[in-house]
């Protein structure tokens, strides 16, 4: 099934997919393709820096539920579902996050571009981890990886990505997106 281009069902099918990753995990403690971090890690990542971000941007802040340590399972639920309720308000319509490195952008394209995507990638350090279908939208990749390597320079100084992985030259989208994003995309469980 492609992804919609739309933020709010592009929001809803991404995080439906780390929810099946998330429900399917059977070991927290498993490493994960980040350097350091385990599955439970990649969840944490994802319900601890986004409400920061949109609390100080938009003025919005999510519920909270459990601590990752405590439940991961019902943290990611609770946080997803929150932030799709923020995308299924009328009023996001209406609604921009301002922050002082990207300027005032609509709020639902804010967050397709900076946290759907970010779900989307780390659906695939969630599924490598813990032996899931770690297959990614391939249409989704090609379009990350094209718009990110316009700004390679300012995406690689922000130290939120790893140095680049080489892949072959004929390498497929998602193998291109991996690489670009400092994963190595053959990476298995040890």
Same mark, same amino acid.
């Given at each position: 099934?492609?992804?919609? #281009? ?5 929001h809803r099918q991404v ?16 490493? %994960? ?7 439970? #890690? ?5 319900? /601890?820096? =986004?409400?920061? =971000? ?20 019902? %943290? ?44 989307f990638m ?17 249409? =989704?990749?090609? /379009?990350?990886?094209?718009?990110? %390597?316009?700004? *390679? *320079? ?31 995309? =053959?990476?298995?469980?040890?």
């Amino acid at each position: 099934m492609a992804l919609s #281009d739309r933020p709010t069902e592009r929001h809803r099918q991404v995080a439906g997919q780390f929810t099946d990753r998330v429900r399917g995990t059977r070991s927290w403690e498993a490493p %994960a393709p980040v350097a350091g971090w385990t599955a439970r #890690d990649v969840v944490r990542h994802l319900t /601890e820096w =986004f409400p920061g =971000f949109l609390a100080s941007g938009a003025g919005i802040d999510l519920p909270k539920g459990p601590s990752v340590d405590e439940d991961p399972v019902a %943290a990611w639920q609770i946080h997803a579902d929150a932030v799709q309720a923020v995308l299924d308000d009328p009023e996001t319509a209406h609604r921009h996050l301002t922050n002082p490195h990207i300027g005032s952008l609509p709020l639902a394209a804010a967050i397709d571009q900076f946290y759907t995507s970010d779900v989307f990638m780390h659906t695939w350090d969630l599924a490598r981890a813990t032996g899931q279908d770690d297959t990614l939208d391939p249409d =989704f990749c090609a /379009e990350l990886v094209g718009g990110m %390597a316009q700004m *390679e *320079e300012i995406i690689r100084s922000s130290g939120q990505y790893g140095p680049r992985v080489a892949v072959p030259e004929d390498a497929d989208a998602q193998t291109r997106l991996l690489g670009f994003i400092g994963r190595d995309p =053959f990476w298995s469980r040890p």
